[in-house]
């Protein structure tokens, strides 16, 4: 006769059994929701060709990140694990067919890939949390209008599970955040007022000068116009250097803090 357990025990087995799927599903979501706040997502356009919503730029820290033009079918996939960056299936399936090609056998039709190296930058379009990694969905501006895209999966190690910070500091090992430069000269107007009211705080010397009376006020200066068809320098010159500057092609978008300025072949097109 088989024995079986006590009852209390059963349940205890099965509430483990309920509870430890929903633990797992809740882990993976924190994980999700924090990679996509920190490498906030671009939406592109259906065929690839252009960016609809910019996300956050990332910047590559390891050489060797292979990507396809947009146009082929499928993007090849990269894998990182144990610290090495690799090009997976399709970037040693595309060097075979080169080596074969070499002794003999007809060339092959390979796909123009192209390498991308340390401190070049791109667009993430796509997350997914897997139960063995996470993997990116890379997406370049255009070179020579040819965009690239392509995967790039972090494989956990073997028989792991690692925790939300693991994961965060395996991906950033490869993968950094360009710093939001108008969040840098905010910074630094703040460090200024402050000098400034230090300054203010200091005790007025015993002999100093009566103040000259205040000049008569200047009259107001027009407000700044961004008209069509106005160029580069003459919007920067108005409006100072942009926060960003998206290069998409043949169009340009100058990202000033409250404004948008669009510009097509090196003219003004388009101001929100």
């Keep these: 006769m088989k024995a079986r357990l006590p009852i209390r025990m059963q349940i205890a087995v099965l509430a483990v059994a309920g509870i430890f799927p929903w633990f797992a599903a809740g882990a993976q979501g924190s994980l999700q929701s924090q990679l996509e706040a920190k490498y906030q997502l671009t939406k592109p356009t259906d065929d690839k060709s252009d960016i609809v919503t910019a996300g956050a730029v990332l910047v590559l820290q390891k050489d060797k990140l292979l990507m396809y033009p947009t146009s ?84 956990y190690p073997k028989g792991s599970n690692p925790s939300t910070d693991q994961v965060m500091s395996m991906v950033g090992e490869v993968l950094t955040v360009q710093a939001d430069d108008s969040a840098k000269s905010d910074d630094s107007g703040n460090q200024q007022q402050a000098a400034g009211g230090d300054a203010n705080q200091q005790p007025a010397a015993a002999d100093a000068p009566a103040a000259a009376p205040a000049a008569p006020a200047a009259p107001a200066a027009p407000p700044a116009t961004v008209e069509i068809g106005q160029t580069p320098d003459q919007v920067t010159a108005i409006l100072g250097q942009p926060d960003k500057i998206l290069n998409l092609g043949p169009k340009q978008i100058y990202v000033y803090k409250d404004l948008k300025v669009t510009f097509v072949k090196g003219k003004v097109t388009d101001a929100q």
């Design 72 to 155: 082929t079918q499928i993007p090849p996939q990269n894998t990182y694990s144990n610290g090495r960056l690799s090009e997976g299936a399709y970037g040693v399936h595309q060097k075979l067919q080169g080596f074969g090609s070499m002794i003999g056998h007809p060339p092959p039709q390979t796909v123009q890939g192209r390498q991308f190296v340390t401190g070049e930058k791109f667009w993430v379009t796509g997350i997914a949390v897997q139960a063995d990694g996470v993997v990116f969905t890379l997406f370049s501006d255009p070179y020579q209008d040819v965009r690239y895209y392509s995967t790039l999966k972090f494989i």
